[in-house]
């Protein structure tokens, strides 16, 4: 046999292994969607139309997407195993009535497992835009999981005056413990998974939450990954679909992104003056009673991903970026406004899908207050 052929094969092998290689964040990827109103008539910014609604579940069900029940796609994080490419989990927050009356049948009529956190007080008090515990066994039923939302609804990460660390822990962790037990008791069902009020949450809950052994997911957008050990398996994203977030166009671009390549992420820790790997979501008046801008650095595993990448701050735009080879340090150009802000980070993956990073913050005004709500 001549050596030509072997040569040709060997090229053949090589570019199918990098291939193979450069494909491998499409074997490794999931989406969770977050809904709450299906509604023509609730708040726009948390509602999506019943027919926008069909319209995303006929997409969903066009493009081949594997719906998978979120808590086995949690466990299926834990374990480290690969997520097939196009895999999504659909969840919906606060447990309102619509869920039942509007998504459950067309989801029911597709045998497609959901998830709905669930924040007990409203339920337990028979409040007429929530669900009922019936609904939510009738939809157990039907492969619907039924997580914690907490009793209250409350901001976890805001501390009352002259509240200590411990009592604030104590208040925070009952909120949560008395909600996964009202879960227990009236469906049976007992997941460990919590969705943050507000997508709100900071260092201290981060670890509170990793000590009781619940996964969390806030309300920053991303696609989430199989392995990632910069990621706190507190603290996951999921893409948002209420008001102008929901769109047909926008969901079709989210429902197909890729998470980040990223290895690393830190933030510039302003008191202490050094680049820490800890998550800091909080924003405060420094001691001069400034805000200041938060600052990322970001560590990717290709550098040309580096070069492609476009950052966004809520509110004003692209943000400053600085690159160097895999590294890219990334600001924004004044404080961010009181209130919940994001930095969200995207690049082009080739074949029309995008790459997608975000990093949320609660900020207060200059006088260290929070924004009312």
């Given at each position: 046999?001549?050596?030509?052929?072997?040569?040709?094969?060997?090229?053949?092998?090589?570019?199918?292994?990098?291939?193979?290689?450069?494909?491998?964040?499409?074997?490794?990827?999931?989406?969770?969607?977050?809904?709450?109103?299906?509604?023509?008539?609730?708040?726009?910014?948390?509602?999506?139309?019943?027919?926008?609604?069909?319209?995303?579940?006929?997409?969903?069900?066009?493009?081949?997407?594997?719906?998978?029940?979120?808590?086995?796609?949690?466990?299926?994080?834990?374990?480290?195993?690969?997520?097939?490419?196009?895999?999504?989990?659909?969840?919906?927050?606060?447990?309102?009535?619509?869920?039942?009356?509007?998504?459950?049948?067309?989801?029911?009529?597709?045998?497609?497992?959901?998830?709905?956190?669930?924040?007990?007080?409203?339920?337990?008090?028979?409040?007429?835009?929530?669900?009922?515990?019936?609904?939510?066994?009738?939809?157990?039923?039907?492969?619907?999981?039924?997580?914690?939302?907490?009793?209250?609804?409350?901001?976890?990460?805001?501390?009352?005056?002259?509240?200590?660390?411990?009592?604030?822990q104590d208040r925070v962790w009952q909120d949560v413990y008395q909600a996964e037990q009202r879960i227990t008791q009236e469906t049976g069902?007992?997941?460990?998974?919590?969705?943050?009020?507000?997508?709100?949450?900071?260092?201290?809950?981060?670890?509170?939450?990793?000590?009781?052994?619940?996964t969390a997911f806030g309300q920053h957008s991303g696609a989430l990954p199989s392995s990632a050990g910069w990621q706190s398996q507190q603290?996951?994203?999921?893409?948002?679909?209420?008001?102008?977030?929901?769109?047909?166009?926008?969901?079709?671009?989210?429902?197909?992104?890729?998470?980040?390549?990223?290895?690393?992420?830190?933030?510039?820790?302003?008191?202490?003056?050094?680049?820490?790997?800890?998550?800091?979501?909080?924003?405060?008046?420094?001691?001069?009673?400034?805000?200041?801008?938060?600052?990322?650095?970001?560590?990717?595993?290709?550098?040309?991903?580096?070069?492609?990448?476009?950052?966004?701050?809520?509110?004003?735009?692209?943000?400053?970026?600085?690159?160097?080879?895999?590294?890219?340090?990334?600001?924004?150009?004044?404080?961010?406004?009181?209130?919940?802000?994001?930095?969200?980070?995207t690049a082009p993956a080739g074949k029309g899908r995008f790459y997608w990073f975000s990093r949320p913050f609660v900020s207060t005004d200059?006088?260290?207050?929070?924004?009312?709500?």
């Open positions: 046999m001549s050596s030509a052929p072997v040569s040709a094969s060997l090229k053949l092998f090589v570019f199918l292994c990098c291939w193979q290689l450069l494909l491998s964040p499409y074997a490794e990827a999931a989406v969770v969607l977050q809904y709450h109103h299906i509604d023509d008539h609730s708040p726009r910014s948390t509602s999506t139309s019943p027919a926008l609604f069909r319209q995303h579940l006929e997409h969903i069900q066009q493009q081949g997407f594997k719906v998978v029940p979120l808590p086995q796609l949690v466990a299926s994080l834990k374990a480290g195993e690969a997520l097939p490419d196009r895999t999504l989990a659909i969840t919906f927050d606060d447990g309102y009535l619509s869920v039942f009356t509007e998504a459950f049948p067309l989801l029911r009529e597709r045998r497609w497992p959901f998830t709905v956190f669930v924040n007990t007080k409203p339920i337990d008090e028979g409040w007429n835009q929530f669900v009922s515990w019936d609904q939510l066994r009738e939809m157990a039923k039907h492969g619907a999981s039924i997580a914690n939302h907490t009793v209250t609804h409350d901001h976890l990460v805001r501390r009352r005056p002259d509240e200590s660390e411990e009592h604030w069902q007992a997941h460990r998974l919590l969705a943050y009020p507000y997508g709100e949450y900071d260092p201290e809950l981060l670890q509170l939450l990793n000590g009781k052994r619940f603290a996951l994203p999921r893409f948002p679909m209420g008001g102008d977030y929901g769109t047909l166009d926008d969901f079709r671009l989210k429902v197909a992104t890729l998470p980040l390549p990223l290895v690393g992420v830190s933030q510039y820790d302003i008191v202490r003056g050094k680049w820490r790997g800890e998550e800091h979501p909080l924003i405060h008046p420094n001691a001069e009673g400034e805000l200041m801008a938060p600052r990322l650095r970001l560590t990717l595993a290709d550098a040309s991903v580096a070069t492609r990448l476009t950052c966004f701050v809520s509110g004003q735009g692209k943000a400053l970026m600085n690159r160097r080879e895999t590294t890219v340090e990334v600001t924004s150009a004044r404080p961010l406004s009181p209130g919940r802000q994001r930095f969200n980070c200059a006088e260290g207050n929070w924004l009312p709500e």
